[in-house]
């Protein structure tokens, strides 16, 4: 094979005409190439090969052996690079050596490396702080902003440790002047960035007797005493990131004032703050922030997409899409997309509005994971009033399901009228918002079948039924399009797998008279169980039923069943517009329990 001889000419370096010599100090390394091969891979390396051969030429020098020193990478990454060149081999990449090989990368010019380097886990990686630096160098702004976001969620443990002694005081400042650091307290911060040599006994502060922490570091590095005034000279502008006023008053006077690297001015003025409400105005200027940290483990945004030139996005084709600019929530960027669609192979134009999260397979080795929920309204151009859409709640995205949201909210026809008050006319565009609320997805705490586990090995096939009230059912019926509820999960002894019921409704055709009445009332069967992990499938029979409320009137069955094989990727079964409104609240039915405003569905399971 061409690719293992290739190899092998870079393992013993036979017939090599360029020597790199890589690093620098104690750790340089001679590493044979040739000149040949790395031509072919890197536009750089082929610029500096020809830059050499002329000025050879014009010395009439006969020695055909090249040397090139590079001090700037460190060997392992430069040996992965030329692995990549040479024969497209990726087995030595890893955390330890990502972001120096990414480095080499963008040096060299080599973009078919730079992916895999940013497709490592985060938190693999041997520096996360020096990963965003570098990430923020080269303009890699969805790996920066996921990195930002990883040192959020893990602060408490990251500013402990050593690789957050190496940062310089720019990132410092940035780090220390994040609201989004979740933090214990902010005291945490203060034994971060300071190291007192008292010994006092704090409580739940035991591991700062032996804290060794960044300005210390930075005054051994310039090879100054750790006093309190170089201490205070290293930290520079980060030390006024720091929210003294939100630490104890008995933490700030046992703790901060003998650490002396507090100002008199700024000590009185800080022992003022405590007490303000009885002291009235301060002495002087607060230089402090007051404003706490983010403690909640939500994430909430708006994101906006004004869709101009409207009327030529109407005459497009269908499928066409418009996007709104990135937005990122805890690390993750997102975008709406506006989509003009036919639904059903008819003839009217439907307009498709969804969030979508475009990290794809390029963050975190393709492995994040996030629960979302999402609100979506039209801005309409009357007195800043909106129009409700719909809301999707708890929605897992992941790199294989990145969009999720509402197709067939309005035909087109009818957005553009001037009596939907939806299209502005004059500046000929329409506007979009959506209220995004993201969480971290914990995937351990999903359901998990056994790795052998199979419905059709069972001998006796496991059966139950899902009940499900809709309360407040003529509240569902004014709400908007799509609007859902869902019943809470349970577990079927035998299939692994938990499951619920979702019921939302559907547009009705707006030409009908009687329109909200004759809106589509949908019953899905969903499989809670995980999208990605361990494989599993399960072959299940279901049907579909409204419990009577009255006595003697048996229970409303549509011809609609499902039987089907539910696994990973297709975790769920709908029966679409299965009943209408006006069926269901018909009293002749016996369905709707008129007294308690409820109906109540139910799927028998097998």
Known sequence: MLVDRMKLMLRTGDYADVHFLVGDGDGKEIIPAHRAVLNCGSDVFAAM????????????????????????????????????????????????????????????????????????PVSSLRNVFMAYAQADLFDLEDFANYCLAYIDKNADTLIKSEAFLQIDQQ???????????KIRDETSIWNAVIFVFKHINFIN??????????????????????????????????????????????????????????????VVNLQQQYRRNSTGALLYPLQFPTHGRRTFAESKMEIFLEIEKMSEFVREKAGCSRYSDKVYIDGLPWK?????????????????????????????????????????????????????????????????????????????????????????????????????????DDEDDEPRMDDTFNLDDQTTKPKGTLFMDIEK?????????????????????????????????RPANRTKANYEMEHGFTICLLFDAPKKGKKWRCNCSATLRIVSQKSGVEDYKNEMSIERTFINKSN???????????????PSKGLYNESEDKVTLAIDIS
């Open 49 to 120: 090969f020809r830059y050499e051969a002329n000025k050879a030429a014009a010395n009439a020098s006969s020695n055909c052996l090249l040397v090139v020193e590079i001090p700037d990478v460190e060997p392992a990454a430069f040996k992965v690079m030329l692995s990549t060149i040479y024969a497209g081999d990726l087995a030595d990449l890893n955390g330890h050596n990502a972001m120096a090989v990414l480095y080499a990368a963008k040096k060299y010019n080599i973009p078919e490396l730079v992916d895999p380097c940013l497709q490592v």
């Open 171 to 181: 990132l410092l400042c940035e780090i220390l002047g994040r609201d989004q650091l």
């Open 205 to 266: 502060f035991n591991w700062f007797f032996s804290a060794l922490r960044w300005a210390d570091e930075k005054c051994r590095e310039n090879c100054v005493e750790c006093s309190a005034e170089n201490r205070r000279q290293m930290l520079g502008p980060a030390l006024f990131k720091i929210r003294f006023p939100l630490f104890s008053e008995e933490n700030f006077s046992e703790k901060i004032v003998t650490s002396g690297i507090l100002t008199a001015e700024e």
């Open 336 to 440: 709406i997309m506006a989509q003009i669609s036919k639904p059903w192979g008819g003839f009217d134009e439907w307009f498709d509005i969804y969030l979508v999260c475009t990290a794809a397979s390029k963050i975190d080795g393709g492995n994040w994971r996030c629960k979302c929920s999402a609100t979506f309204r039209f801005l309409l151009p009357k007195n800043g009033t909106t129009l409700p859409i719909g809301t999707f709640c708890d929605h897992v995205f992941d790199r294989k399901f990145t969009k999720n949201g509402f197709e067939h909210v309005i035909p087109i026809e009818n957005m553009m009228h001037p009596s939907e008050e939806i299209y502005n006319q004059k500046e000929d565009k329409v506007t979009l918002a959506i209220v995004v609320t993201t969480s971290a």
């Open 473 to 505: 059912v003529s509240d569902f019926l004014l709400e908007t399009d799509y609007s859902e509820r869902k019943s809470e999960t349970v577990h079927i002894k035998g299939f692994g797998a938990t499951c619920k019921i979702w019921a939302h409704k």
């Open 572 to 586: 769920q079964s709908h029966c679409f517009e299965w009943i209408s409104f006006l069926e269901l609240m018909d």
